[in-house]
Every structure is written in C-alpha cells, then in structure tokens.
C-alpha cells in the first residue's frame, strides 16, 4: 500500500503560522478573525455565526492539521472561500470535484496504458546489463504512471509547505471510492495511506483537507460511520437576508459608484433572491449583471432577462425542472420588472 507522509515544518513568527517548504513557504495569519477581515475586505462577508464557524474551523485545519467537511447547501461560498483564501495567502489550491463517473486514476493516478509498449522496450534495453533491479523498477514506474490530484497536492506541499485540497460534492463518488476518502480524510495521524496506488509518494509539506457535501443533494455515496469519524463536521449553512443585501451592494460597487435608488433595487433584489432559497452567489451575480446595465445604458428588458436567467438557470441542468423553465421565467420577469422599473428605462 502507497503512502503520503506528511511532515510539516511550522513556526510561529509574531502573528503569522510559517509552513516552509523546499522552495518557498507559506504565511497564515494565526488570528482566524484576522483572516475574516481580510475576506470581508475582498468582498466575502460573514454573518455571526458564520464568522464563528469558520473561526473554529480555521483553527482546526490549519493549527490543528485535521481535515474539515463543510455541510451546507449550494450557494453559501464554500469552494469561494476556499479559492479565496489561497489567493490572499498565496497558498497552492487543488480542487477536485466529485462526481458519478469519477475513477479511482482521476483521484490517486494510474498507469498509461499507452506507455506499457516503451515500457517494453526500456525493459528489454535493461535485459542482460548490470543494472539495479529496485532502480529499473522505480524507472518503469516513473514512465507509466500518470498521476492524479493527490500527485499535484503532495508536490505543492511539499515545494510550497503547504496545500489546500479541496473535494467539493464528497457525496457524489461512487461508492467503491470510500476506502481512498476514508484515508484522505483520517485524522490524528501523519500518514495517508492510499490502496492500489503503484507509487510511493513520499514525505511532504501540510495537506489541508477540506471536504464538502449538500446533505440534501443528490449522492452516490453512502456516508457511513467510519468516514464521518475521520473527519471534523462543519455546518455550512445559508446567510441571513442582511449578508444577502450586503453582499449584492458590494459587488455593484465594484463595477459602478451606486445611488440610493439602485442600492434600493439591489436590496429588494437580495430580499427575493433569499426568500426563493436561492444561494448568497446568486445575488452576487445578479448585482452585477445590474451594475453592467446601469453602466452601459442597457433597456429594462434586456437587464430583467439577464438577471431572470441567472436566478433560474440551474433550473436547465435539471431535468425534472427544465419543462417548466419557461413557464417560472415568465413570472418572475414580471416581478423583476417591477423592481427595475426605477433604474432602467423602457
């Protein structure tokens, strides 16, 4: 069985966590409200108990070193938070998403198939020379396997000192996927054991390990005790109706300098985008298709079908929904033009 053996080296310098790595290093604040500053400062807000979810698991991943599931609906920011703490702390992030086909390859690599014939032929160079058989072995396997994300995860962190891996839609693997995510997400140990992987991957820099699931999404995977036992539970869940609002001015101030008439708008906007259940991404993305017509000039109509489409456009991907698509975007575009009635001209 192959192995990643995690061996960090972290110090503590004044307010920062140092991972160091055999190339650079990577600097976290220790202050986990420090980092919700800086978030809220780049447009990803918080409400109160938000902000004291994500402090207790800040600290559990990067201080404690134990791998995190996020459970919550879709739209609520996981992967963003993700991403975005990377981006403001420089830190590699690796993102895997699950999903019905996924392969084992995919996650911990594989052998090329098409490499096995030049396999072949080194082997037959290597017959009869004074050659290592542990080294012509190591070689081959070199040449065949393709590695997967666990490969780009362990020589981030092991360059860098620290890594972000990220497995979004946990639940949506196939079952028979179970024992590999069960060694990803143990806890309390150094090592990650990895099944039928070829290739020994060495020591490595911190893996920070965080899953996420839709509890009431569609899966493939039924979660049992042993892997919920190896990870630490974090709810996720939906924003109150202020971060809706908050979130949805911001991002059209990005784009535009807004007046009280379109802040107005934007907060009736939010408002409904909430109360259809819809995620805190959706009214970010409708303030900004708003700010985008407020700014070109564009006619009522053409902003309520653009905003209409991005409220109800996962509605397409399902097909138990699609069929009444029209029927849903015709009703709302009458309320959405309603509320953009004082902004746009006809």
């Known amino acids: 069985m192959s192995k990643v053996v995690m061996k960090p080296k972290v110090t503590v310098e004044d307010d920062w966590i140092v991972f160091e790595g055999e190339e650079d290093h990577v600097r976290l604040p220790k202050d986990p409200y420090r980092v919700i500053q800086d978030f809220e400062e780049h447009g990803y807000f918080f409400d109160d108990e938000h902000k004291r979810d994500f402090a207790a698991m800040y600290v559990t991943l990067v201080v404690e070193q134990t791998p995190v599931l996020l459970v919550g609906p879709p739209g609520t920011g996981k992967t963003k938070l993700v991403r975005l703490m990377g981006e403001l702390y420089d830190v590699p992030v690796v993102v895997m998403r699950g ?53 780009d995860v362990v020589n981030d962190a092991r360059r860098h000192g620290a890594c972000l891996f990220f497995i979004d839609e946990v639940n949506r693997f196939p079952g028979y996927m179970i024992p ?96 259809m259940g819809k995620g805190v991404d959706v009214a970010k993305d409708v303030a900004q298709a708003v700010a985008i017509g407020v700014r070109m000039g564009y006619d009522l109509e053409t902003v309520t079908r653009n905003v209409v489409n991005k409220i109800l456009g996962d509605m397409l991907l399902d097909p138990e929904k699609s069929e009444e698509f029209e029927a849903r975007r015709k009703a709302l575009e009458r309320k959405v033009r309603e509320k953009l009635k004082p902004i746009f001209r006809s």
């Open 99 to 151: 999903h019905q086909e996924a392969r084992e390859q995919e996650f911990i690599g594989g052998v090329d198939v098409a490499a096995l014939p030049v396999a072949d032929k080194i082997a037959e160079e290597y017959a009869g020379e004074d050659v290592d058989y542990e080294e012509a072995v190591e070689a081959l396997k070199e040449l065949i396997y393709v590695g997967g994300y666990l490969k």
């Open 180 to 275: 590999t995510l069960i060694h990803i997400f143990e806890k309390d140990t150094e090592v990650i054991y990895i099944p039928h992987s070829p290739v020994d991957f060495g020591e490595t820099g911190a893996i920070m390990r965080i899953g996420a699931l839709n509890p009431e999404g569609k899966g493939t995977t039924n979660f049992d005790e042993a892997l919920l036992r190896r990870v630490e539970l974090v709810p996720w869940g939906e924003y109150d109706v202020e971060i809706y609002k908050k979130v949805a001015k911001d991002a059209a101030r990005r784009v535009i300098e807004t007046t009280e008439a379109v802040e107005k708008v934007l907060e009736d906007l939010a408002s409904m985008i909430k109360d």
